[in-house]
């Protein structure tokens, strides 16, 4: 019990330390990003390597992560605004049970795709270890920038980020 009690303390710590510091950390990454092919919510399946040539950001997320809720909605106007200049945006739903995330977005509907990683192995190959983790991957197929959490304004880091990338695909 007091194993337990103390591991609940520190639990509920870290959820404090988290929330008021926001991103756990971000930088810029290196190396050819992971491909995958994982189904999607219009029940297609989506193969990273078929973006080749586009701007890419997956974003790793769950029905239960408080921060992903609250940044939906800001990703979904990023979609919405660069789409259109060679940017995609994926949401990878990191639950084992599809149903989580379909309940999610029918409170918080977006337009980007939202995939289904199931079994983790995504999640893995990317070594998500924090709700939200977004990566920027370049038109050539890079990954260039990895964030961990959300805080209110970490959007405009993101959107800053897409321009330059968009840029470089010219």
Not at 2 to 23: D, M, P
Not at 107 to 120: H, K, M, N, Q, W
Request: charged letters at 25%; proline letters at 4%; glycine letters at 8%.
């Amino acid at each position: 019990m007091k194993k337990q009690l103390s591991q609940l303390v520190t639990l509920v710590a870290f959820a404090l330390v988290f929330s008021n510091s926001g991103a756990l950390h971000a930088k810029d990454l290196k190396g050819k990003a992971h491909d995958f092919t994982l189904k999607s919510n219009s029940g297609k399946n989506i193969r990273l390597a078929d973006l080749r040539g586009q701007v890419v950001m997956l974003n790793f997320w769950a029905s239960w992560c408080g921060p992903c809720r609250q940044e939906m909605p800001l990703l979904d106007e990023l979609y919405s605004r660069y789409s259109g200049a060679g940017f995609t945006l994926l949401g990878v739903n990191v639950e084992a049970d599809p149903k989580e995330a379909d309940m999610l977005l029918k409170e918080i509907p977006v337009s980007f795709p939202i995939l289904y990683d199931t079994t983790s192995k995504v999640s893995e190959q990317y070594k998500v270890s924090a709700m939200p983790s977004s990566v920027l991957i370049d038109c050539d197929g890079n990954m260039s920038y990895l964030h961990l959490g959300y805080k209110p304004g970490d959007e405009k880091e993101y959107q800053k980020r897409i321009k330059g990338l968009l840029r470089q695909c010219r």
